[in-house]
């Protein structure tokens, strides 16, 4: 069994005190004897891309980098392995909406890149992240940990697209983190999709959102509610809506199990598939 902790929590525009939060956090975590630690989407930023404004681009820095180095010496010294999302910056002009991957001796296992991302203008909602990032151009890499368990990762709006999902899974993934900051309005649909991906491809998913309400904010409260699903997509540990860890545990014995039970890989027809990969103009 391996413990998973997923970190939920409200940023503000100081971003040292974000990072000193954070690594409070993941030491509080690594305490309660979690493995694997998960914060989310953003999470040593407030979600700024409710608008123009070029001073934003003054939060990103590099992976590896200070807020990484950082991050890095507490997961060493709590033997734990850190999903750290954040705004990264690549060169003047190149940003991504990435998430690193510390590893339990401190080292980078690597980086994701959001691949996926949204721009929206309704009553009540605006973003345009297209503005701030680049997409994602790591085609979703699988980290090997020492805990014996593969994860992949999926940023947000990359939860509502199924081909990147199951893609994590074809190449191994055992549990699919999504860190998000995710609003009101999609709160109807982050269960839903939780449960979804766990059970069509039979691993686990563990969902970690941001909470409350942040400076700039354009999507409505953050709702939180981070959970972990099992592959048969029963809910194995859930939060609310405020500031808190949520732990839950995965055993790796039941995705074997779930698979041998439904033979959703055996029966797939990829023959049939090739319409996915082709671009199509639905108008």
């Known amino acids: 069994m391996i413990k998973v902790a997923l970190a939920q929590f409200g940023c503000t525009e100081d971003k040292e005190a974000n990072l000193v939060k954070i690594l409070r956090l993941i030491r509080e975590a690594g305490a309660n004897g979690a493995q694997l630690i998960c914060l989310p989407e953003l999470s040593n930023t407030f979600y700024f891309c409710n608008g123009v404004n070029y001073a934003h681009f ?15 010496e507490v997961a060493k010294e709590m033997g734990t392995v850190v999903i750290f999302p954040m705004f990264e910056k690549v060169l003047e002009g190149e940003f991504y909406n990435s998430a690193a991957v510390i590893g339990s001796k401190g080292e980078l296992l ?4 959001k691949t996926m991302l949204p721009s929206s203008h309704r009553p009540g909602v605006n973003y345009i992240e297209k503005f701030y990032f680049r997409p994602g151009n790591l085609p979703y890499p699988i980290f090997e940990t020492p805990f014996g368990i593969k ?72 709702f939180g509610m981070s959970m972990l699903v ?47 990969a082709k671009s199509h103009d639905l108008n």
């Open 58 to 72: 003054d939060l990103a820095e590099p992976i590896p980098g200070p807020s990484t180095q950082r991050v890095a």
């Open 110 to 113: 690597g980086r994701y890149r």
């Open 151 to 222: 994860i992949g990762i999926a940023i947000c709006y990359d939860r509502h697209f199924p081909e990147a999902i199951r893609c994590l899974a074809l190449k191994g993934a055992d549990v699919i983190f999504l860190p998000s900051a995710t609003g009101g309005f999609t709160q109807p649909l982050w269960e839903l999709e939780l449960k979804a991906h766990a059970f069509f491809n039979l691993l686990y998913t563990a969902g970690v959102n941001k909470v409350g309400p942040e400076l700039g904010q354009a999507k409505g409260p953050f």
């Open 230 to 276: 099992g592959p048969k997509g029963d809910v194995v540990a859930k939060g609310g809506e405020d500031e808190a860890i949520v732990y839950g545990e995965v055993d790796v014995g039941l995705i074997r199990a779930a698979r041998l039970e439904w033979w959703l890989y055996r029966d797939r027809r990829p023959e049939l598939y090739s319409i996915i």
